[in-house]
């Protein structure tokens, strides 16, 4: 049986991973130091083929002896929140991420060096197009466009030449990643999470999906929307997210590659807010719309280019938006009522 190691395993994205590795009959080994939300109680917590190891992975020596028996790294650990978390900790999210990266790379150097370890499956993200200007963005242009304004989506970036960088000099086998969007149940209320005033409902998630489910569950009308509504995404559920970045790890044709792992379907704010709004409210309730100024690093498009992960890996994101609301609407009333989020 192989053996993968994830960080970041207590994430949003990490435990969609975690759930699919060990669908896919992978022994597993989860590392988080539960510093976003806290401890966690997760699905798999007692499933043979996991082990949970709660540290740091800016710790090299630890990083380094749970890999030298892995045959896997998916390097998921990361400082990040909602769009308010970019601006309220620019720096932080540099920094920790920066130190986060440099000691996974150490510690998979070694394990490739004088272990098992055979490639490390990197999980970037889509804000590395943040300057694009043309779409869809396919992969290679984020080396052509200017960088990310944002330090988050700069520091994305960086982490991509980490992994190119540990190729040409170690030979250091890679494949790099990009979710765009992830939608799905499981993400909480983060410790560091700042309190977000829009209109009179206060949020401390800041991702564009949960907040609205929460302000129509709250009775906001109208409801408030950052920016004008135009914006576009491309909101992939996370067990597709899963399912693709598993693929992409195991997959021989993706050795030093990278892919969009992302839905092809294109949706705006008001589009979303829409949807959202009749699947609480029903047909019959008309919906108003409110415009809030729009942060810094509100990207106006992301869309991906999904041909490549499709022609390389198989790899199709089939969950609909609106089957994704079915599941993370009644999860949010239910984390409301409990208070998690």
């Known amino acids: 049986m192989q053996k993968v190691l994830v960080s970041g395993s207590a994430g949003f994205i990490g435990g969609y991973v975690v759930e699919e590795l060990l669908r896919r009959g992978y022994s597993v080994i989860g590392i988080d130091d539960h510093s976003k939300y806290g401890p966690v109680s997760k699905s798999y917590d007692d499933h043979p083929d996991y082990r949970l190891v709660v540290g740091d992975v800016r710790d090299a020596g630890l990083i380094t002896d749970l890999l030298m028996d892995c045959d896997h ?20 999210l540099l ?4 130190r986060i990266m440099a000691s996974s790379c150490d510690a998979a150097l070694a394990a490739h060096r004088d272990g098992r370890l055979q490639k490390v499956t990197y999980i970037s993200s889509s804000m590395v197009f943040e300057s694009a200007e043309e779409w869809p963005s396919v992969e290679g242009s984020e080396r052509k466009i200017p960088p990310p304004r944002s330090s988050y989506g700069f520091q994305k970036l960086a982490v991509e030449y980490f992994a190119r960088a540990a190729w040409d000099q170690y ?17 909480a209320r983060a410790l560091g999470d700042v309190e977000v005033s829009s209109g009179n409902v206060k949020l401390a998630m800041s991702h564009v999906v949960p907040d609205l489910v929460q302000k129509v569950l709250k009775g906001q009308d109208p409801l408030h929307v950052l920016g ?10 996370g067990g ?3 399912r693709g970045i598993v693929t992409a790890m195991e997959h021989p044709a993706a050795h030093n590659e990278d892919f969009n792992l992302s839905t092809d379907q294109a949706t705006s704010v008001t589009e979303l807010g829409e949807v959202i709004w009749r699947k609480v409210k029903g047909p019959g309730v008309p919906l108003r719309l409110v415009s809030d100024p729009a942060y810094e690093h509100d990207v106006q498009r992301r869309v ?10 198989g790899f199709r994101a089939t969950t609909t938006l609106e089957e994704m609301l079915d599941e993370v609407i009644p999860w949010i009333e239910k984390a409301l009522a409990e208070g998690t989020i």
């Open 304 to 313: 991906p280019s999904t041909a490549k992960a499709e022609k390389v890996l």
């Open 228 to 237: 004008d509504g135009t914006q576009v995404r491309h909101y992939t559920y």
């Open 240 to 242: 597709d997210l899963a």
């Open 95 to 98: 920094a920790a991420n920066e």
């Open 171 to 187: 030979r250091l086998p890679y494949t790099i990643v990009r979710p765009f969007n992830c939608v799905g149940i499981g993400e």
């Open 73 to 92: 790294f998916v390097a998921g650990a990361a400082l990040i929140g909602g769009i308010s978390y970019f601006h309220a900790y620019a720096y932080d």
